[in-house]
């Protein structure tokens, strides 16, 4: 398995722990094209082969690209945001686009907005409740090609989103709301079902919650999302479309400033950014 580094110092191919630079102009210039892997792996037979990246800092696979989200994806997802808009009249909603043939599909950042590694994402001043959601997501080509496949957090404000489904932008697109990296696992054909999403959230040195899915669970093929994305819409440079959530934390909980969210999904490897103080 063929993963893709962006770092302060360029670009690293990566294929069991051995690590290669790849030459490119720029990360556009990689998204750009369609034969990716092939591109990535060729690179490794002609480049000194590096133990690890030590010293350098990993930026998001995220440049100038917008970040698209699909949501209600999972029987998790629907059923608290049933709970969590009831008396908002919110709760056919997220039963219809569940079981719609149409997704939901919204913008979540421009490249500018997103968090990379080890960054700090937000929770808005104006909400009391949220959460991350930890979602697989796409790198997608141009031509609608999946490029390959990463990790994001769809950061969200529960009382705004259920207080009113319109409400929806707010709740979901506001600074340090979406974080995606480690690196991209240059695959273009389906994930194994039984592929593991998990998350840790921690609090003064303790698990203050950890949940689990696995990809079984989504109910839409990737490949239907991403035929949706592209109906009427282009993307030049390539585009990153997150998938959904199906671990969605107990009502009661919430994060807070300093909690430190880690997200691990299988052959991908692991993104973890802390709660900024304000
Ligand atoms: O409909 C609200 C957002 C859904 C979402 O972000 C998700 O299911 O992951
Ligand atoms: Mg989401």
């Not at 556009?28 to 590096?50: I, K, M, T």
């Not at 719609?100 to 919204?106: H, K, S």
Request: charged residues 25%.
């Amino acid at each position: 398995m063929v993963r893709l580094y962006r770092t302060t110092d360029g670009f690293f191919g990566e294929e069991r722990n051995r690590f290669w630079r790849v030459e490119a102009a720029s990360w556009e210039d990689l998204l750009g094209d369609a034969d990716l892997h092939n591109r990535v792996s060729a690179e490794s037979q002609r480049a000194e082969l590096l133990e690890s990246l030590d010293g350098m800092t990993l930026l998001s696979p995220v440049s100038t690209q917008e970040v698209w989200a699909a949501g209600v994806t999972y029987f998790r997802s629907r059923s608290a945001r049933i709970e969590e808009s009831k008396d908002a009249g919110g709760g056919t909603f997220y039963d219809r686009v569940y079981a719609a043939d149409r997704p939901e599909l919204f913008f979540k950042a421009s490249g500018r907005r997103v968090v990379g590694p080890l960054g700090e994402v937000r929770i808005r001043r104006d909400a009391r409740w949220s959460v991350p959601e930890p979602e697989l997501t796409l790198a997608i080509h141009s031509s609608g090609k999946i490029l390959g496949y990463t990790i994001g957090n769809d950061m969200s404000s529960r009382d705004i989103e259920g207080e009113n489904p319109l409400y929806l932008p707010q709740a979901k697109v506001y600074d340090g709301s979406c974080a995606i990296g480690p690196c991209l696992l240059l695959e273009s054909g389906n994930l194994p079902k039984e592929t593991a999403i998990g998350i840790k959230i921690e609090r003064n040195g303790a698990h203050a919650y950890v949940g689990q899915t696995t990809l079984k669970e989504l109910k839409r093929p990737v490949a239907e999302l991403v035929s949706y994305l592209f109906r009427e819409n282009s993307f030049p440079e390539g585009v990153f479309l997150m998938t959904g959530t199906g671990i969605v934390p107990h009502d009661d909980f919430t994060l807070v400033a300093g909690d430190r969210i880690v997200i691990t999904i299988d052959n991908i490897g692991t993104l973890e950014n802390q709660v900024a103080s304000s």
